[in-house]
């Protein structure tokens, strides 16, 4: 039998205003060549200055992965040629980055899973080479825009068991604050390394991948990669250490070139870049700044809130989310009915509008008020479900809703009873078959009562009034 090892880099943009050695903005998707300076563009005579707010985000991070923390910032230059990088060298760190020795702690198919963190660096991105036609043309916004690369041991075994971890470390970055972790929008970008070998003879052979652009690539690539390197070996052959790139329309690796060693690079230090020391108040903010970790978060609220496993991982899967959560919590909700509320209502009001939880109109207190008046009776299920839909857009008090659009639960018999009625005669053989047993009939007759009442009738009692009804039990 074989082991696998699997080994990720994992590069992810940080969210600063401005580039991390000049002030143009870090804006994503502005006009190609507008944020562009002397400094990122590497002219000579430009002298690059640190922006502390990308090192601040840079040492949360080595805080969130438990790394041993560089006390300073010391640059390299990673000397190369390629067309989207003017300087023909990136500013980077080699020998002393901001972190080294960390770990994850992950949830994976009902454990927990551990990778170490090899290191964390922080270094300024290229531009970008855009493919048009014959025409290849270069856009330098993204050039000197941060970048904090994580680097992993190869502590993962499986394609599956990676994409876990890596959905997981993209809600650790967005819980953090400092990435918006987005694969698909490339904003958290991965290589990813892997060898087999017989089992307990330790690593094989790495081949490297490269680019691969979703989380799901990522598990299809690794699984195609590992049963290409087993199929080799059970063949007699070896593994070329080589790098390869995911072919997404044919769902296999190609190879793209042999594998480049480090010293390949020629690392100097960065002679316009004195090794930065942030200071104890600096370090200080930075622990102060680390929000509760989602694995932490997510054990915490399944026992104070007795959710399962699934409920409270879900709600932890975005910060925003289970802040909200909480919130609401403490104005009162009981957690199973919110849930309910959160995962369902909430979740396709979220989904469909676009608009971020958080910044909806309906606060968690809001919800925690309809809830309440839904409880007590004093509006039903779908008006909650229109009181909700309608306070997640606009601005209103749900109390003075109800009054106002005339919402109050309708429990009065003799109320219901005419408009039963009513529907009843209008469809005398729904309500025969109704009368013989087809209880899935009676859907529709709550349908038309709820219909006329505009969804206050109390469903309990229009239920009892149209089976009654229909027996002839009253008249
Ligand atoms: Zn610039």
Same mark, same amino acid.
């Given at each position: 039998?074989?082991?696998?090892?699997?080994?990720?880099?994992?590069?992810?943009?940080?969210?600063?205003?401005?580039?991390?050695?000049?002030?143009?903005?870090?804006?994503?998707?502005?006009?190609?060549? *507008?944020?562009?300076?002397?400094?990122?563009?590497?002219?000579?005579?430009?002298?690059?200055?640190?922006?502390?707010?990308?090192?601040?985000?840079?040492?949360?991070?080595?805080?969130?992965?438990?790394?041993?923390?560089?006390?300073?910032?010391?640059?390299?230059?990673?000397?190369?040629?390629?067309?989207?990088?003017?300087?023909?060298?990136?500013?980077?760190?080699?020998?002393?980055?901001?972190?080294?020795?960390?770990?994850?702690?992950?949830?994976?198919?009902? %454990?927990?899973?551990?990778?170490?963190?090899?290191?964390?660096?922080? +270094?300024?991105?290229?531009?970008?080479?855009?493919?048009?036609?014959?025409?290849?043309?270069?856009?330098?916004?993204?050039?000197?825009?941060?970048?904090?690369?994580?680097?992993?041991?190869?502590?993962?075994?499986?394609?599956?068991?990676?994409? $876990?971890?890596?959905?997981?470390?993209?809600?650790?970055?967005?819980?953090?604050?400092?990435?918006?972790?987005?694969?698909?929008?490339?904003?958290?970008?991965?290589?990813?390394?892997?060898?087999? #070998?017989?089992?307990?003879?330790?690593?094989?052979?790495?081949?490297?991948? =490269?680019?691969? #652009?979703?989380?799901?690539?990522?598990?299809?690539?690794?699984?195609?990669?590992?049963?290409?390197?087993?199929?080799?070996?059970?063949?007699?052959?070896?593994?070329?250490? %080589?790098? &390869?790139?995911?072919?997404?329309?044919?769902?296999?690796?190609?190879?793209?070139?042999?594998?480049?060693?480090?010293?390949?690079? &020629?690392?100097?230090?960065?002679?316009?870049?004195?090794?930065?020391?942030?200071?104890?108040?600096?370090?200080?903010?930075?622990?102060?700044?680390?929000?509760?970790?989602?694995?932490?978060?997510?054990?915490?609220? %399944?026992?104070?809130?007795?959710?399962?496993?699934?409920?409270?991982?879900?709600?932890?899967?975005?910060?925003?989310?289970?802040?909200?959560?909480?919130?609401?919590?403490?104005?009162?909700?009981?957690?199973?009915?919110?849930?309910?509320?959160?995962?369902?209502?909430?979740?396709?009001?979220?989904?469909?509008?676009?608009?971020?939880?958080?910044?909806?109109?309906?606060?968690? +207190? =809001?919800?925690? *008020?309809?809830?309440?008046?839904?409880?007590?009776?004093?509006?039903?299920?779908?008006?909650?479900?229109?009181?909700?839909?309608?306070?997640?857009?606009?601005?209103?008090?749900? +109390?003075?809703?109800?009054?106002?659009?005339?919402? =109050?639960?309708?429990?009065?018999?003799?109320?219901?009873?005419?408009?039963?009625?009513? $529907?009843?005669?209008?469809?005398?053989?729904? $309500?025969?078959?109704?009368?013989?047993?087809?209880?899935?009939?009676?859907?529709?007759?709550?349908?038309?009562?709820?219909?006329?009442?505009?969804? &206050?009738?109390?469903?309990?009692?229009?239920?009892?009034?149209? *089976?009654?009804?229909?027996?002839?039990?009253?008249?």
């Amino acid at each position: 039998m074989y082991d696998t090892f699997i080994g990720l880099e994992i590069h992810i943009q940080l969210l600063t205003k401005t580039k991390v050695f000049c002030g143009c903005s870090n804006n994503y998707g502005d006009e190609p060549n *507008t944020n562009v300076c002397p400094v990122c563009l590497g002219y000579p005579g430009t002298l690059p200055v640190l922006n502390t707010d990308a090192l601040f985000m840079a040492y949360q991070v080595v805080g969130a992965l438990k790394c041993k923390r560089a006390e300073a910032a010391i640059f390299e230059r990673k000397n190369y040629f390629y067309p989207d990088m003017p300087k023909n060298y990136q500013i980077s760190q080699f020998a002393d980055p901001v972190g080294i020795n960390g770990e994850v702690i992950f949830p994976f198919q009902g %454990e927990e899973h551990r990778v170490r963190i090899h290191d964390v660096h922080l +270094e300024e991105d290229a531009g970008k080479m855009i493919h048009a036609g014959d025409m290849s043309l270069l856009d330098y916004n993204r050039a000197g825009t941060p970048l904090l690369e994580i680097v992993t041991e190869p502590d993962l075994r499986s394609g599956e068991e990676t994409e $876990a971890f890596l959905r997981y470390f993209r809600t650790l970055v967005r819980t953090i604050g400092v990435s918006r972790g987005n694969m698909e929008e490339g904003n958290l970008r991965c290589d990813a390394n892997i060898s087999i #070998n017989t089992h307990g003879a330790g690593l094989g052979t790495k081949v490297e991948l =490269k680019n691969i #652009n979703s989380s799901r690539f990522v598990r299809l690539a690794l699984e195609y990669e590992k049963e290409r390197q087993i199929g080799i070996v059970e063949a007699g052959g070896s593994v070329d250490q %080589e790098t &390869r790139l995911w072919n997404e329309n044919k769902d296999i690796t190609v190879v793209m070139r042999r594998k480049e060693e480090s010293k390949d690079y &020629r690392y100097f230090p960065e002679p316009d870049l004195p090794p930065y020391r942030p200071g104890e108040d600096f370090f200080r903010r930075v622990e102060e700044s680390l929000p509760e970790l989602p694995l932490d978060r997510q054990k915490r609220m %399944e026992a104070a809130f007795s959710l399962t496993d699934e409920q409270a991982s879900y709600l932890c899967e975005e910060k925003a989310r289970a802040d909200y959560f909480e919130a609401a919590v403490a104005a009162g909700s009981e957690a199973q009915h919110l849930y309910f509320w959160m995962s369902g209502d909430l979740a396709a009001l979220v989904n469909k509008s676009g608009t971020p939880l958080e910044e909806s109109r309906l606060s968690p +207190e =809001k919800l925690a *008020t309809v809830l309440r008046l839904l409880d007590n009776g004093a509006i039903h299920g779908p008006i909650a479900k229109k009181m909700v839909a309608l306070l997640f857009e606009e601005e209103h008090d749900p +109390e003075g809703l109800i009054a106002e659009r005339g919402w =109050k639960a309708l429990d009065d018999t003799s109320k219901i009873l005419p408009i039963v009625k009513k $529907a009843v005669d209008a469809n005398p053989s729904a $309500a025969e078959q109704l009368k013989q047993g087809e209880t899935k009939v009676l859907g529709f007759f709550m349908g038309q009562v709820m219909k006329e009442t505009g969804g &206050r009738a109390d469903p309990e009692t229009a239920k009892a009034l149209i *089976t009654s009804y229909v027996k002839g039990e009253i008249v």
